[in-house]
T-cell receptor, first 108, second 118 residues
Framework: SQKIEQNSEALNIQEGKTATLTCNYTNYSPAYLQWYRQDPGRGPVFLLLIRENEKEKRKERLKVTFDTTLKQSLFHITASQPADSATYLCALEGDMRFGAGTRLTVKP | DGGITQSPKYLFRKEGQNVTLSCEQNLNHDAMYWYRQDPGQGLRLIYYSQIVNDFQKGDIAEGYSVSREKKESFPLTVTSAQKNPTAFYLC?????????????????FGEGSRLTVL
């Protein structure tokens, strides 16, 4: 299986700012990539899926990009709120494995 | 409501004892998975099953066993051979795996079972 890297273990930002989280992979480009949110003591919840032929996907304040040349996906939360504080995980199609996650804290 | 249910939510075990964690889904999903999560760390794949009566080892299968006798059930047994079993265990399911083994859908997770070995 290939390696999935989420570069930042933790990210702290001020409310209202845009949070940008990174997911890199090492080998073949997957057909799609998924992003999940996990709150403490809970199971992850699916947020977005982006396919390799999609450069960008949006859902409300969330935006995901997928660059197969860079082997990277970026996950953006615009107009961040304290309620967005959680750990965000990426996962690759076919691999059933997750990155270590980035713990986002949005401060009021 | 459709979903995936794990039980118990909290479990305490003495060293040397086997313990079985339950995972049941009514989503009619073919694929089911078990993950382990340690504090501050990501999910690590223990076992997965694509179809009834078949399952494969993940990255950390040693000290664990599973069965898949029914489509809706995928119990995980943590055996006494598991050296460091204290962890948060997550079960998940997804729709049928597609061609070439590709996962075609999102994973639905249960609420987790927290196992503590005393």
């Amino acid at each position: 299986s290939q390696k999935i890297e989420q570069n930042s273990e933790a990210l702290n930002i001020q409310e209202g700012k845009t949070a940008t989280l990174t997911c890199n992979y090492t080998n073949y480009s997957p057909a799609y990539l998924q992003w999940y949110r996990q709150d403490p003591g809970r199971g992850p919840v699916f947020l977005l899926l982006i396919r390799e032929n999609e450069k960008e996907k949006r859902k409300e304040r969330l935006k995901v990009t997928f660059d197969t040349t860079l082997k990277q996906s970026l996950f953006h939360i615009t107009a961040s709120q304290p309620a967005d504080s959680a750990t965000y995980l990426c996962a690759l199609e076919g691999d059933m494995r997750f990155g270590a996650g980035t713990r986002l804290t949005v401060k009021p | 409501d459709g979903g995936i249910t794990q039980s118990p939510k909290y479990l305490f075990r003495k060293e040397g004892q086997n313990v079985t964690l339950s995972c049941e889904q009514n989503l009619n999903h073919d694929a089911m998975y078990w993950y382990r999560q340690d504090p501050g760390q990501g999910l690590r794949l223990i076992y997965y099953s694509q179809i009834v009566n078949d399952f494969q080892k993940g990255d950390i299968a040693e000290g664990y066993s599973v069965s898949r006798e029914k489509k809706e059930s995928f119990p995980l047994t943590v055996t006494s051979a598991q050296k460091n079993p204290t962890a948060f265990y997550l079960c998940a399911s997804s729709i049928k795996l597609g061609l070439a083994g590709a996962n075609t859908g999102e994973l639905f997770f249960g609420e987790g079972s927290r196992l503590t070995v005393l």
